[in-house]
């Protein structure tokens, strides 16, 4: 049985295809549910995925459960929401399809689509097996066996150079992800580890965050940039700026001030627009993305919507680009139901407005910083802001409730509760020439 005769009903409405189940893509679907459409939501995943604390469960701080969600339990209630697992391959504006990787094609009288970013590696892609990003809950898998692989080799080799490269972990790049992974590798080290191994001071292993630019959380405001610096420095992690990375090898960082001997190094440097967005035909930025009209749209195609990360949005005052938020791409999936909610009742299109809710980073136990508005928040008040905005945003009561729970356990024992090996993976000990 196709997509077509599965989907549609024959109801003759019209027919809205969202690919993508994350920020975007979930509130678009939740608000077009109230209109007289017919929904399909496809994604490579069953889940809506919480992005921004998959730090936490790379760092064993939280289990993948406690921060994804079933698409389908999301959207249960709206009978007009069809929900398809799969992988779209390409997309013809032209005849208004969709080719999925199996399957027939997916017919559409509106396409959003929200597939959000990729790593990117700077023309480098030999460098992602070296050092892993952080998108998906696979990727927070894989680091966190990297990161408690390496103490365990380490507890159990005797040549010191090799232990020392087992010890250090780098993170590329000093945006929230680094600065965040960073914070949050020094913490697990000090505390949650502490008494765990025999042979090996965990406290004694290296933390370094590396930035090619000169500063970092470079989209913040140089106070938040310099607090943050501060904070990580009490930690203990070693933050170099102004040093660009230019190689990978196995067991080292190459920069121009010298090697670095590390066997786990983590990526935060950069990201990618999918590269489904090459098939529409339409100018894009540097990083991938569509540059989209004010509503959203593409130009020359009104009924195709590019939203979240894969969206270069230059309309808004005062913005040279809507940032790859959260809150812009739930913004955006609402904006885009509201257009086509417009459309149907044969009223003017409005224009995308971004309502910017502010930049929130947590950098250890108790601290981050946070930009809201006028408001520079540092420190246990900005923590407090940061936990109460994710836990909001996070979907499903349960998963707010465990999550709460999770975060004033760790907080009162200094305990990480999720520290497992969940497939053998066994790095090379790699000690190159100095």
Known sequence: MTLDSATP?????????????????LEAAKALARLPVDVLLIDRSNHHLFQPLLYQVATSALSPGEIAHPVRASLRRHPNVDVHLGEITRIDPETRTAHLAEGEPVRYDYLLLAPGARHSYFGRPEWE???PGLKSLEDALEIRRRVLTAFELAERTADQRARSRLLTFVVIGA??????????????????????FRHID??????????????????????LSRCARQTLSRLGVEVRTGVRVTGLEPGAV?????LIGSNTVLWAAGNMASPLLAWLGVPLDRAGRAIVEPDCSIPGHPEVFVLGDAAAYTHHPGLPLVPGVAPAANQMGRHAAAVIA????????????????????????????????PLRLTGFTAWLTWALVHVLYLVGFANRAVVLFRWAWSYFTFERGSRLITREWRPQISVPAE
């Open 175 to 196: 945006g929230p992800t680094g600065v965040e992974l960073a914070g949050a590798l020094a913490e697990m080290r000090d505390y949650a580890l502490r008494r765990d």
């Open 129 to 131: 097996a070296l050092a």
């Open 254 to 258: 190459i920069t121009p001030e010298g």
């Open 202 to 223: 965990p406290a004694s292993a290296r933390v370094v965050l590396i930035e090619a630019g000169n500063r970092i959380l470079p989209t913040y405001p140089a106070s």
């Open 342 to 373: 417009a459309d149907l009742r044969g009223k003017p299109r409005p224009a995308f407005r971004y309502f910017d809710k502010g930049q929130l980073a947590v950098i250890g136990r108790g601290q981050a910083v946070a930009s809201v508005g």
């Open 9 to 25: 009903r024959n109801s003759g409405r019209p027919r809205v295809v969202i690919v993508g189940g994350g920020f975007a893509g």
